[in-house]
């Protein structure tokens, strides 16, 4: 289970995104929203970190979310401009969840027919 955290992080990722991509949203949940979305990638490259293997491609995505959306430094564009960088960020960390998921549940199924290997073996060496 503790591999699908940072996926529930994504999900209110995806939600605040798409919220912020309307047009009539007033500024101070922009600036809210950018907060959020940096604590959001922090915890992410947080987690990843302690994750064993190479995740230094899920860091580096995340690096590049958190400088996007910084509130300290963040780029001047038009709020058109910002509705389409919401979508096309929605849709990256949609895709990312969803990869997530795969992966998950690919491990959860080798990892049943390996324990089903294990007994099998087991149970034919006790009857030898």
């Known amino acids: 289970m503790k591999f699908l955290y940072p996926t529930f992080i994504k999900l209110v990722m995806v939600a605040s995104l798409m919220v912020a991509a309307q047009d009539d ?3 101070w949940y922009y600036i809210v929203f ?4 940096c604590t959001c990638c922090g915890l992410i490259i947080y987690i990843l970190y302690g994750y064993s293997g190479d995740r230094s ?4 995505g995340t690096l590049m979310i958190l400088i996007l959306f910084n509130p300290i430094l963040k780029p001047r564009y038009t709020r058109e401009d910002w ?5 096309i960020m929605a849709a990256i960390i949609s ?13 959860r199924i080798a990892l049943s027919k390996a324990k089903k ?12």
């Open 25 to 27: 949203i007033p500024h």
């Open 95 to 107: 895709l990312w969840m969803i990869y997530d998921i795969f992966l998950f549940i690919k491990r």
């Open 83 to 87: 509705a389409m960088v919401d979508w």
């Open 117 to 128: 290997e294990l007994k099998d073996l087991l149970m034919t060496r006790r009857e030898a």
């Open 34 to 37: 950018r907060l959020g979305m």
């Open 57 to 60: 491609l899920g860091i580096g």
